[in-house]
């Protein structure tokens, strides 16, 4: 029976995309360790991602956009992205462990929401990992494109940093407009053009 853990990370932060993994782990495997994305340090993350993905009998991910977020809102943005990351999947799963209070809509599967699952799933931690290490990868290509704002540094979070930044260049397009305290600034003028 494949069962699928579905994850995020990029919920908090007024900066990025929301992404979204999915994992199904086969029942025995060789990755030690999995365990919430959020407990663990990059370094083990990075190299938990690569075991993950080579033990895994399948995954994928999913992402929804600044743009997707700022015109669904962060619930519904999320779910979208946890739905493409499933629908990216190259099998069709027999349940799905999705993690959170709510179930992904207009999904044809069985699933079952599972509140703080990242830390009692494992399909769900390593879902977690996945969508992690992704999203971190994309804030630190953001930093390449932006770098006055630091994403490098605070993945979008916002810091002292980044609220600093933010005063003094304004927003960017990875920022969510919508979001407190991103709404009442102005476009960054080297940004845009």
Same mark, same amino acid.
């Given at each position: 029976?494949?069962?699928?853990?579905?994850?995020? @990370?990029?919920? =908090?932060?007024? @900066?990025?995309?929301?992404?979204?993994?999915?994992?199904?782990?086969?029942? !025995?495997?060789?990755?030690?360790?999995?365990?919430?994305?959020?407990?663990?340090?990059?370094?083990?993350?990075?190299?938990?991602? !690569?075991?993950?993905?080579?033990? !895994?009998?399948?995954?994928?991910?999913?992402? @929804?956009?600044?743009? *997707?977020?700022?015109?669904?809102?962060?619930?519904?943005?999320?779910?979208?992205?946890?739905?493409?990351?499933?629908?990216?999947?190259? #099998?069709?799963?027999?349940?799905?462990?999705?993690? =959170?209070?709510?179930?992904?809509?207009?999904?044809?599967?069985?699933?079952?929401?599972?509140?703080?699952?990242? @830390?009692?799933?494992?399909?769900?931690?390593?879902?977690?990992?996945?969508?992690?290490?992704?999203?971190?990868?994309?804030?630190? *290509?953001?930093?390449?494109?932006?770098?006055?704002?630091?994403?490098?540094?605070?993945? =979008?979070?916002?810091?002292?940093?980044?609220? *600093?930044? #933010?005063?003094?260049? =304004?927003?960017? !397009?990875?920022?969510?407009?919508?979001?407190?305290?991103?709404?009442?600034?102005?476009?960054?003028?080297?940004?845009?053009?």
């Amino acid at each position: 029976m494949w069962v699928a853990g579905v994850d995020e @990370a990029g919920r =908090g932060p007024i @900066a990025g995309p929301v992404v979204a993994a999915c994992v199904v782990l086969p029942k !025995a495997h060789g990755v030690k360790g999995i365990a919430d994305s959020k407990r663990l340090n990059a370094a083990h993350r990075e190299y938990l991602f !690569a075991q993950i993905r080579r033990e !895994a009998i399948a995954w994928a991910i999913g992402v @929804a956009s600044p743009r *997707e977020i700022e015109r669904l809102n962060i619930l519904q943005a999320t779910l979208l992205a946890m739905r493409r990351a499933l629908l990216n999947l190259h #099998l069709t799963p027999h349940c799905v462990l999705v993690d =959170g209070q709510h179930t992904i809509p207009n999904l044809p599967l069985p699933q079952r929401a599972v509140v703080n699952g990242d @830390a009692t799933e494992e399909s769900i931690a390593a879902a977690s990992i996945l969508a992690k290490v992704v999203r971190d990868r994309m804030m630190d *290509e953001l930093d390449r494109l932006y770098p006055q704002y630091g994403f490098s540094q605070h993945k =979008g979070y916002p810091t002292p940093l980044h609220l *600093e930044r #933010l005063q003094q260049f =304004g927003i960017c !397009a990875a920022h969510r407009r919508t979001y407190a305290p991103v709404a009442q600034l102005r476009d960054c003028p080297a940004c845009t053009g």
